[in-house]
Nanobody
Framework: QVQLVESGGGLVQAGGSLRLSCAAS????????MGWFRQGPGKEREFVGR????????LYADSVKGRVTISRDNAKNTVYLQMNSLKPEDTAVYYC?????????????WGQGTQVTVSS
């Protein structure tokens, strides 16, 4: 059974930082692109960023570019989302996702989400 389990969410003040983790299990994730989506209150789920299997390519949404970094440790089957200079509009449930290959528009697997709340 494939599982993606996020952790690291919480309450932070504007301007602060958080690091989210996503631990994957249940299969080998060799060749999988992994990344993050988020869904704010009353909003559609949106893409945040992704990283390829080798880590050689990352892509970020314009709304977070320059403030977040995605990395991965394939030995631990874990992907990270480092978020800095957080803004109240970053408040959302953050979901980890995995997709085989290079595309990321329709992930194969999803985590259950972790809440990030940024206070002003």
């Amino acid at each position: 059974q494939v599982q993606l389990v996020e952790s690291g969410g919480g309450l932070v003040q504007a301007g602060g930082s958080l690091r989210l983790s996503c631990a994957a299990s249940g299969r080998t994730f060799s060749g999988y692109t992994m990344g993050w989506f988020r869904q704010g209150p009353g909003k559609e789920r949106e893409f945040v960023g992704r990283i390829t299997w080798t880590g050689g390519s990352t892509l970020y949404a314009d709304s977070v570019k320059g403030r977040v970094t995605i990395s991965r440790d394939n030995a631990k089957n874990t992907v990270y989302l480092q978020m800095n200079s957080l803004k109240p509009e970053d408040t959302a449930v953050y979901y980890c996702a995995a997709k085989y290959g290079l595309g990321f528009s329709r992930p194969d697997y999803w985590g259950q989400g972790t809440q990030v709340t940024v206070s002003s």
